[in-house]
Each structure stands twice: as C-alpha cells, then as structure tokens.
C-alpha cells in the first residue's frame, strides 16, 4: 500500500474531503489521482499546488470601540491583509481568518481557548472575491495581476470591558489551484442563490473524470495579530 486517505472530521466542515497521509506532495509538480474498481469506470483527476504567496504584513486598522450591554464592548475594525500577487500569472487565493479567544473560567484564574473560523456573507462580494460558504474569501487576480494588494474585511467584535486578555486572528492566505477555486467559487454563489428562486442557475464545478467533487492543492501562508484596544 502507497497512501492511505483520511476523510476529515465531518462536523466541522459542510463538505467532507480527503487528505493524503504518507505522500508528501512537492509545489508545481502535477499530481493525478487514479480510482479503479471492478463494474464501474476508472475514476481520474489532475491537479498541482501552487508557489506560495508571503503575506506583507496583517493589521488592524480604523477601529472604534463602543459601549454595548452592562460589562461589554463592540469592538468595529477592518482587519487589513496586504500581500503582493506575483506578475504575468494566474493566481488564486484563499484567505481564511480565525478568531482566537481566551474566555476567563469561574475560577479567575484558568481561561478557556476557543478558535473559531469567520464566516462572512455576500455583502463583501465584488468583482474579484467572493464570500466562501465555508468561511473565509475567495480571490481571483484577474483584476489585481502583478499589484500590492490591500485586503480590507470589516471585523465586528463583542467583548467584556474588563478582559485583560485580548482576542487574537490567525490569517491564513492560501495560494489554492484554479480547480480549488471554481469548485467553491461555484458552490458558494449557488449556495447564495438558494433563497433566490429566479436567480440564473449555477453549473458546480467538477474536475473528476467519472466522478463528482474536486482534486486540487493549495500552499500556505499565516500571520496572526492581537486586538489590543486603545
């Protein structure tokens, strides 16, 4: 046996996927997945993972705070990315963030860590990114090829007033495989379309050759940053 694959925690994602548990895949070397089985069609896919792209620098910026119910307060903020898109290139782009909160146990002393991955709706969509159903935005440098890139995500946040330990957000900028991005490009606007009943109908991507789903690659970048209220 060569590989064996693990389907993921099914509870945490809204589309379960395997992932490789030997094979150590190398950046820009095409990768094909062959499935045979007897009665029915061999099953094939190609994908590759892109060269990662670096991430400038992560920051908070305009952020105003505002006194909320007895104890709390809203924090609003755009939490700035800026990265720079290679030049002459297609690239794609999958930028996730995650809240990491410390919540103070009974005891005063003790606190529970807790990450959570935000989720953004469609009012962030634009001509170039789209709101992924599973969190995070989707980029496509159609619009931005060979530029520095100033990403703003607009953050609100509920926090108590006496918290000495702030909340941090780990951002995860993916540089994902063309495949990658129209399979959850396609089923994010057709998940914004449900409620819509005369909205065009969106065809889901599919890069499996007598199959259905998606074989793709991404590589990584993360940086994190502290609320730190003035």
């Known amino acids: 046996m060569l590989e064996r694959l693990n389907l993921n925690d099914t509870r945490e994602e809204k589309i379960p996927f395997y992932t490789s548990e030997v ?29 990662s792209v670096n991430l400038d620098s992560v920051l908070v910026e305009k952020l105003k705070a505002t006194p909320d119910d007895p104890g709390f307060v809203r924090y609003d903020f755009d939490l700035a990315i800026y990265f720079t898109d290679p030049l002459i290139e297609r690239n794609f782009y999958h930028v996730n963030v995650f809240q990491k909160s410390m919540t103070p146990l009974k005891d005063g002393v003790d606190f529970l860590e807790q990450t959570k991955k935000l989720v953004f709706g469609s009012e962030v969509n634009s001509n170039y990114i789209v709101a992924n159903y599973d969190g995070g935005l989707l980029i496509e440098d159609k619009l931005i090829d060979g530029r520095a890139i100033r990403i703003p995500i607009p ?9 000495q330990n702030f909340d941090e957000l780990i951002v995860e900028l993916r540089s994902v495989s ?3 991005y129209l399979f959850h490009s396609t089923v994010s606007r057709q998940q914004d379309n449900d409620d819509l009943p005369f ?32």
């Open 199 to 230: 909205s065009d109908p969106v065809v889901l991507f599919n890069n499996i050759r007598n199959g259905q789903g998606v074989f793709a690659g991404y590589s990584q970048a993360k940086q994190a940053v502290v609320i730190k209220p003035k």
């Open 23 to 51: 094979i150590k895949p190398r950046i820009g070397v095409d990768y094909t997945v062959k499935v045979s089985a007897p009665g029915f069609e061999t099953v094939t896919a190609t994908s590759r993972i892109p060269e």
């Open 178 to 180: 063309e495949e990658y």
């Open 155 to 163: 953050i609100s946040m509920r926090m108590p007033a006496h918290l």
